[in-house]
């Protein structure tokens, strides 16, 4: 370990650090939610014991999360407002990850074919209007795809396909997830369907998927999944 390493390690957490931790104990404590102001910065910085620059980094390192919005203003009109964009800054989190090969392809298809199949599983077992909801939107995905004129377009509804299947588990979280690794991938998506020129066999995978959901057989969902992602990503097989 160089002398840097240990500085790093040995070293407390950076003020503003502290700072993001208490907020986030307020926003728990008070029972905030989306649409609910903070305090302003002064007001902060005392309820909290800091300086207000550690406060304003921290409000800054929160509104690139999208978990706040910052908005100019005196008396009742300051604070930054809670918002609802967290997926967003988990998309772009991902995609930063893999444009500097910090996550491999396998890691990403280990992570969608755990997901995919808990939630093909759960949506099963789970005979709700949300379900049936879903399960219309994966068929209407699959009707686009069979229209699909090029690869992007492909893979477009092939995303809505995809997001629908989470969406018929009904844990938002799970979606957030689903929507930041597809988003991420979508160009090795369309290298996918270019090297395999024919998607017919993706087709018939995304048709067993969905009628295995409609049956009520978890087991086949399930099944499903893993071959499809197989075949989409043969490269990232745990073989590979």
């Known amino acids: 370990m160089t002398p840097g390493e240990r500085r790093r390690t040995d070293a407390r957490p950076r003020a503003f650090e502290e700072v993001l931790a208490r907020i986030e104990e307020r926003i728990a404590a008070d029972g905030l939610t989306v649409g609910d102001r903070l305090p302003g910065e002064r007001q902060l910085a005392e309820q909290l014991g800091v300086g207000r620059s550690s406060v304003r980094e921290a409000l800054r ?103 629908a299947l989470a969406e018929a588990a009904g844990n938002r979280l799970i979606v957030a997830v689903m929507r930041a690794l597809r988003d991420a991938v979508r160009r090795y998506a369309v290298d996918a369907v270019v090297r395999l020129g024919d998607t017919g066999g993706l087709q018939d995978d995304h048709r067993r998927i969905h009628q295995a959901i409609e049956d009520g057989d978890a087991g086949a969902a399930t099944a499903a999944v893993a071959e499809h992602l197989a075949r989409a990503y043969p490269e990232s097989g745990r073989d590979s």
């Open 61 to 163: 390192v929160l509104e690139t999360l999208g978990v706040v919005a910052s908005q100019a203003g005196r008396g009742p009109d300051a604070g930054a407002v809670l918002t609802s964009r967290p997926g967003d800054a988990l998309t772009d989190l991902l995609r930063l990850h893999l444009g500097l090969a910090t996550l491999s392809m396998r890691e990403v298809i280990d992570t969608r074919l755990m997901i995919e199949q808990w939630a093909a599983a759960h949506a099963a077992s789970v005979r709700a209007a949300s379900v049936r909801a879903a399960t219309g939107r994966m068929a209407e995905a699959i009707a686009a795809m069979d229209a699909a004129r090029d690869p992007a377009g492909f893979v477009e509804h092939d995303i809505a396909f995809h997001l």
